[in-house]
């Protein structure tokens, strides 16, 4: 029985439902951001508690303009929801200003949460920044060493670097690079020939999940709903290897079933 159908078959017992605070930026089309995060806890059993961080216009052509949420109503909303509820997961997304990272920083430093996974999006795919001037040495400075995992893509692994991953070698060399800067971390979307591959690295082992390149028609999303599963079958005590391959098979079969919305890439079906 998968996690999603222990959870679906346990609904009636309300305490059985879990939870997740989700800290993230809101898409409004509907197929990444804080929308993508909501539909895949739902679909693992998880009831998801949302903190926005920056609301978007965007379509699937692309990022036209965003509009960061006040530091002090960032603070607001993670204190109200703690001060009830605590959550047995965090996923952390696009948090794209300064005052957002402080303000996250601020609620791990005061709160015992754990797993916490960070997505630390820089770069949305159609090229637009999703990170104020300077937000990306912030975030290795105050978030990389206080969260539990990071799940950066190689393009952004490359970026926070300030460096070129063209082979498995460079990619082993950045994910010791990251991990050196506070926390495990997952580089996920490298490929070779017909393969894309996860590297996963947790101070002492690397671990490799290698699948079959697919073709990738709609992905739009693909990137949170697996930082946001990961952090779900991490709370549910799966070790980093494990958690990391069933939320890239998660992921995979959300992308399979991807559906075409606009004239851009559609999102992914959790």
Do not use: W
Request: proline share 4%.
């Amino acid at each position: 029985m998968s996690i999603a159908d222990k959870q679906y078959s346990g609904l009636e017992d309300k305490s059985y439902m879990r939870s997740i605070l989700i800290i993230a930026g809101s898409d409004s089309c509907g197929g990444a951001g804080i929308q993508a995060d909501i539909k895949a806890a739902y679909r693992l059993g998880y009831h998801p508690m949302t903190v926005i961080s920056a609301l978007t216009a965007q379509n699937s052509i692309g990022v036209f303009d965003i509009m960061p949420v006040p530091r002090e109503f960032i603070s607001k909303q993670i204190n109200v929801i703690l001060d009830d509820i605590m959550p047995d997961a965090v996923k952390i997304g696009m948090l794209f200003s300064i005052d957002a990272i402080a303000a996250v920083a601020d609620m791990l430093l005061m709160y015992d949460l754990s797993p916490v996974v960070l997505d630390p999006l820089i770069q949305a795919s159609t090229g637009a920044a999703l990170l104020e001037r300077g937000g990306m040495d912030r975030i290795k400075e105050k978030l990389f060493p206080i969260v539990s995992l990071i799940t950066p893509n190689r393009h952004e692994a490359e970026l926070l670097l300030n460096i070129k991953i063209d082979t498995l070698r460079e990619l082993e060399e950045a994910a010791k690079a990251l991990y050196d800067m506070g926390t495990m971390v997952v580089i996920t979307g490298y490929c070779e020939r017909d393969k894309v591959i996860d590297l996963a690295y947790d101070g002492r082992n690397f671990f490799y999940i290698e699948d079959k390149a697919i073709d990738i028609r709609h992905g739009h999303g693909s990137g949170c709903v697996f930082s946001t599963s990961i952090a779900i079958y991490l709370a549910e005590g799966k070790p980093l290897q494990r958690a990391v391959q069933l939320a890239h098979e998660f992921t995979k079969q959300a992308i399979k079933r991807g559906y075409p919305l606009g004239r851009g890439s559609g999102p992914v079906f959790p």
